[in-house]
């Protein structure tokens, strides 16, 4: 499969606990977006990276939350002290750098802050 | 304010039968304009993409129109199957690598 992956696909976890997701890119594509998704809701933005630089962040990126991207290829995006308000899909997309088109979205890491 | 409306929120057909679904958006500077197809618990998959110069685009049984004169986008399925149950998100670029505006999608469900 060639696709954006994301792992893991689940992730339940205690109120205060740090969490980490995992994204894997399409090869040759030089961004990838992470976004955050509650029910009922589109996609919001959360951040994006340009090979291995974090170009811009959403003012939804508390500083509980932390993105990398260290060799430009996967990307890590890590929670700490999870709150209930933490609790949705996390979306991870990638595209080329250059072009307008689609962007190609991951499965999602659904976490659920209890 | 850049926004994106989608309608309706939901909608119920019979399997083989058509429907269209409708999104209205107000961002500007318009780029370009996707409709993404999201199945439950899945991330979305790119359906069509179209530019300001393009009015009509299709994918198998996806037909997407834009008009950009009146900042309308239709997406026509025809020939219903149950897999096309999902939600239908409109996506609208503004331009430059992350000034995405999502509409919030249109829940369709095929019966059989």
């Known amino acids: 499969d060639t696709g954006v992956s994301q792992d893991p696909r689940h992730k339940i976890t205690k109120r205060g606990q740090n969490v980490t997701f995992r994204c894997d890119p399409i090869s040759e594509h030089n961004r990838l977006y992470w976004y955050r998704q509650t029910l009922g809701q589109g996609p919001e933005f959360l951040t994006y990276f340009q090979n291995e630089a974090q170009l811009e962040k959403s003012r939804l990126l508390s500083d509980r939350f932390s993105a990398e991207r260290p060799k430009g290829s996967f990307s890590t995006l890590e929670i700490q002290r999870t709150e209930q308000g933490d609790s949705a899909m996390y979306l991870c997309a990638s595209s080329l750098a250059e072009g307008q088109g689609a962007k190609y979205f991951g499965p999602g890491t659904r976490l659920t802050v209890t | ?112």
């Open chain 2, 1 to 112: 304010k850049n926004q994106v409306e989608q309608s309706p929120q939901s909608l119920i057909i019979l399997e083989g039968k058509n429907c269209t679904l409708q999104c209205n958006y107000t961002v500007s500077p318009f780029s370009n304009l996707r409709w993404y197809k999201q199945d439950t618990g899945r991330g979305p998959v790119s359906l069509t993409i179209m530019t300001f110069s393009e009015n009509t685009k299709s994918n198998g049984r996806y037909t997407a129109t834009l008009d950009a004169d009146t900042k309308q986008s239709s997406l026509h399925i025809t020939a219903s199957q149950l897999s096309d149950s999902a939600s239908y998100i409109c996506v609208v670029s503004a331009g430059g690598a992350n000034n995405l505006f999502f509409g919030t999608g249109t829940r369709l469900t095929v019966i059989p």
